[in-house]
């Protein structure tokens, strides 16, 4: 008995002590993160990159390519840097609610080592904690984030992201609605297409921006929904009118998406299906013969690609590369401000630094080169965005199950 | 609200009668899934008065055993023995190792316990249920396994013998799983109000469930009882999610936590408690989904499903079947 009164003793005084600490943490947080923003900070041999995303929750499947991708760049920027980077983890748990990207961002802050971020994952989570990120003189570099407001001002609006703070390694909503309701309309000619969103803001946004492209062109585009734990789509495939010539699903969920072309085929029903980026996963997303993705021009060849698909064990998937390029812009503008302020450097000098950042389109892997734009380009790309060339590429699904680039 | 009507009944009539067979048709088959997880946690709670949070996530892994099973042997695209074994070595694994696994839960995480706060088992149960959440989010890397049971015992890729029409109402075909599914619940279904209404061990449970004291002071041993409810209760879960693989063609981790919480509400609906009840709510449950779904839209096939758990709970606060209680004051 008295053995168990002393464990409960024990426990119950650990439990305070943590309470405890976690209660002035949290009260010091916002303190410590402003005197974090202006501190300057030591480079020495390794310097801290945060990598904000979903390790766990609903989308942990989205989030484990990303962190794996990152951690590959880590490990090829080690082996090739005098100056190593180290990452540290933030689990958003991305699709929960509540979410814990606003935490992230404040213990990112808290860190007085950290230089810059990657991530967050979702549009949703970068909306949430930018200011936090902003209040802390931290850049954010996210490898998903595709809503076009983050960058670029809605009319009435200003955007939804401060200037310089927020960058993305992944070409937005717009460019990608824009190239695939084009391939519908131009390549395809097809004039009945149903649209099904998976209701997280990713897929809502693609879904809207790829809607109202295809109404521009006359296209009759019919509507549905589905969430991400859904598996059974029986009723949804009944509810898809008999003449429809290609059924666009924008999902984050490669699985989930071949789940439903199996049950669209099995119901008899010949419509072709088109995915977005990310369903990009050969080798998970089959329709073979019978489907189309849009997804970055990635030379699937590369050597980069196969090693780290050897490493990882994976399928060709390609949601997780943006966040590889992510991590070599804050690791390559961390090394410059680092080389210029002689072996010290402080975040405002990093986030300087990230907009002037140009990477190949093979060092980057994305098939295109990667330099930020500081102006407003076309409809929907503003500064925070890649310029130059940087936007998707169609891929047509053979028979065979092979992803052949086609537009 | 009006254009939202006009839609529904547009849909109606797009849809027409082969429509509505086809809703049907894929509400009876979800539903008899959600009707087997629902009896465990009317079981469970009949006998424990406890809600089992985790019992979603015991069907989980009852689909990812059978998923192993399946690629013990190969795989759907060359399985190394004949389609009938394959699938009966499939649901006997798996409903064994649920079983198992629930017994376990119940002895290591619920019956310490046992004469806590009612509010402590409850809280267990949440954590057993993130606890087998996220350590098959480890062990899978969070991705979605596919059974590719659609070309199972098939050739060159085609649809297998799983997906044959047995038989063709108004034009749409009931496929070999469907019936496969409905035929394995209804049997087990049955099976089980048989166990509980002419055996030793049945009556044993019920005895149990009306006073676990008194059942144990005329002799029974009730941890045995306990136990032997777990048991059954996760072989029922194991079975729906090798059903489920089947049927659906994917496993993942996170696939017991809707489903489980549709089973619970068809078990709340049917009177919690209430085994003809937890088996009549699972199928509506299914079949409103599934008109929900197709009428509607998807958006708004949670809030209806949902919307109905609310409605019973004001209107029949008992559920279906479920039986006014009397308390001594």
């Known amino acids: 008995m008295l053995k168990k009164v002393g464990a409960v003793a024990a426990f119950a005084a650990l439990a305070s002590v943590l309470v405890a600490t976690t209660a002035w943490g949290s009260a010091k947080a916002p303190a410590r993160a402003s005197a974090a923003a202006a501190k300057t900070i030591k480079c020495g041999k390794t310097v801290t990159i945060g990598i904000a995303y979903p390790a766990t929750g609903p989308a942990a499947s989205l989030g484990a390519p990303q962190f794996d991708w990152a951690s590959y760049a880590k490990k090829r920027w080690n082996k090739s840097h005098k100056l190593k980077i180290k990452l540290v983890v933030g689990d958003t748990k991305l699709g929960d609610s509540p979410g814990l990207a606003v935490p992230v961002a404040h213990s990112f802050g808290s860190n007085g080592k950290m230089l810059a971020v990657v991530g967050p994952a979702g549009s949703q989570e970068v909306q949430d904690s930018i200011g936090i990120y902003k209040k802390a003189g931290l850049v954010a570099v996210s490898g998903s984030a595709t809503r076009i407001f983050l960058t670029r001002a809605k009319t009435g609006n200003p955007r939804e992201t401060p200037k310089g703070y927020f960058f993305r390694t992944v070409p937005n909503d717009g460019q990608q609605g824009d190239a695939v309701a084009s391939w519908i309309h131009n390549k395809l000619k097809f004039k009945h297409v149903y649209i099904i969103d998976d209701e997280e803001a990713y897929s809502q946004g693609l879904a809207n921006q790829v809607a109202a492209d295809l109404a521009k062109f006359g296209v009759t585009a019919g509507r549905n929904h589905i969430s991400q734990q859904q598996q059974d789509f029986s009723s949804v495939v009944t509810a898809i009118p008999a003449n429809t010539q290609l059924v666009y699903i924008p999902w984050q969920l490669p699985g989930q998406a071949q789940t439903f072309y199996n049950q669209l085929h099995a119901a008899g029903r010949h419509a072709k299906i088109m995915g977005s980026d990310g369903t990009d996963a050969p080798g998970t997303f089959q329709p073979n013969g019978n489907g189309y993705v849009s997804g970055f021009p990635v030379d699937f060849t590369s050597s980069v690609l196969k090693s780290f698909m050897k490493a990882h064990n994976h399928q060709p998937e390609t949601f997780g590369i943006p966040s590889y390029t992510a991590t070599l812009v804050a690791a390559t503008a961390i090394s410059k401000a680092c080389k210029a302020g002689h072996g010290k450097t402080t975040r405002a000098a990093v986030r300087k630094r990230v907009p002037k950042v140009k990477l190949s389109a093979k060092a980057g892997l994305l098939g295109f080169g990667i330099q930020f734009l500081n102006k407003n380009k076309a409809t929907y790309q503003g500064p925070g965005d890649m310029g130059g060339t940087a936007n998707f590429a169609i891929y047509q699904i053979t028979s065979g199950g092979s992803y052949k680039r086609v537009g | ?329």
């Open chain 2, 1 to 329: 609200m009006h254009l939202l009507l006009f839609n529904i009944i547009d849909q109606i009539r797009s849809l027409g009668w082969g429509g509505a067979f086809e809703l049907l048709r894929n509400g009876i088959v979800l539903g008899s899934l959600y009707s087997l997880i629902a009896l465990g946690y009317t079981m469970i709670y009949g006998i424990l008065k406890l809600l089992n949070f985790a019992h979603g996530d015991v069907y989980m892994v009852g689909a990812f055993l059978g998923f192993g099973v399946l690629t013990a042997f190969g795989g759907a695209l060359n399985p190394g023995i004949g389609l009938v074994p394959l699938i009966i070595i499939m649901f006997a694994v798996a409903m064994l190792g649920s079983g198992v696994l629930g017994v376990g839960i119940e002895r290591f995480a619920y019956r310490p316990l046992r004469n806590a706060p009612r509010i402590a088992p409850l809280i267990a149960a949440l954590g057993v249920s993130f606890f087998l959440e996220n350590s098959a989010q480890l062990m899978t890397n969070g991705f979605q396994y596919n059974y590719d049971a659609f070309q199972l015992g098939g050739k060159n890729g085609n649809f297998g013998p799983l997906f044959d029409p047995v038989f063709t109402v108004a034009g749409n075909p009931v496929t070999v799983v469907q019936v496969l599914v409905v035929g394995s619940a209804v049997t087990l279904m049955a099976a089980l109000i048989f166990l509980v209404s002419r055996t030793r061990l049945g009556k044993a449970m019920r005895a149990t469930a009306f006073d676990q004291e008194a059942a144990s002071m005329m002799g029974i041993d009730t941890d045995r009882v306990i136990s032997s409810t777990f048991f059954i209760a996760s072989v029922l879960a194991g079975a729906a999610g090798v059903m489920y693989g089947l049927y659906i063609g994917t496993t993942f981790y996170f696939m017991g936590f809707l489903a489980g919480l549709k089973a619970f509400t068809a078990a709340v609906v049917g009177g919690i408690g209430s085994i003809v009840g937890a088996m009549v709510a699972g199928v509506l449950v299914g079949l409103i989904e599934s008109y929900a779904i197709g009428y509607v839209g998807g958006q708004w096939s949670d809030i209806v499903v949902f919307g109905i758990l609310i409605l019973f709970m004001i209107v029949r606060p008992t559920g279906l079947f479920g039986a006014q209680a009397i308390q001594k004051v």
